[in-house]
């Protein structure tokens, strides 16, 4: 059974840095890439970033850009979101998805965790 | 990037209605559709990919068709378990765009 557990989501201040983490189990973690979306509270979905099986390639919303850093250590099924100079507008819900491909060209989220929360207030 | 217009934005339907989203990308995106279920307090859970493929364990009363710019989901018989919002979401370029969601409530 897939199962991904997101981990780190906390009240941080603007301008405020954080470590969001994901573990994986029950598929091969090293064969697929690997996503982060958001969803602010009463909102919709927001894609924030992939990283490809091999971290070779990463992508990012323009939202985050510049300020979030995807990683992955296959070593230990774990995916990573470092998010830093942190704004009000970042408040959300934070979820870790698996694509069903290993460079999510057309990325697609067929397994997904529980979330993490993550507040950004003064 | 790909803009994605869902409609409607909520729907009221009763237990056995056949319900119909619909959802249309600002370009044409081929087939890369997906339509995902989202229940309160839980992730979503993804539907249908490539705009009319059944994920595994979905239920055969949901189906989805399109393809270019134009596209929906059907809902072919409405069970209690199938209120809540869904979105749909393109595959044909990062980043990976969604539909602002529709809410099908109980009438």
């Known amino acids: 059974e897939v199962q991904l557990v997101e981990s780190g989501g906390v009240v941080v201040q603007p301008g405020g840095s954080l470590r969001l983490s994901c573990a994986a189990s029950g598929f091969t973690f090293d064969d697929y890439a690997m996503h982060w979306v958001r969803q602010a509270p009463g909102k919709g979905l927001e894609w924030v970033s992939l990283i490809s099986w091999d971290g070779g390639s990463t992508y990012y919303a323009d939202s985050v850009k510049g300020r979030f850093t995807i990683s992955r250590d296959n070593s230990k099924n774990s995916l990573y979101l470092q998010m830093n100079s942190l704004r009000a507008e970042d408040t959300a819900l934070y979820y870790c998805?698996?694509?069903?491909?290993?460079?999510?060209?057309?990325?697609?989220?067929?397994?997904w965790g529980q979330g993490t929360l993550v507040t950004v207030s003064s | 990037d790909i803009q994605m217009t869902q409609s409607p934005s909520s729907l009221s339907a009763s237990v056995g209605d056949r319900v119909t989203i619909t959802c249309r990308a600002s370009?044409?995106?081929?087939?890369?559709l997906n339509w995902y279920q989202q229940k309160p307090g839980k992730a979503p859970k993804l539907l249908i990919y490539?705009?009319?493929s059944l994920q595994s364990g979905v239920p055969s009363r949901f189906s989805g068709s399109g393809s270019g710019t134009d596209f929906t989901l059907t809902i072919s018989s409405l069970q209690p378990e199938d209120f809540a919002t869904y979105y749909c979401q393109q595959s044909y370029s990062t980043p990976g765009s969604f539909g602002q969601g529709t809410k099908l409530e109980i009438k």
């Open positions: 370009q044409s995106i081929s087939s890369y």
């Open positions: 490539a705009a009319s």
């Open positions: 998805a698996k694509d069903p491909t290993a460079a999510a060209g057309t990325p697609t989220f067929d397994y």
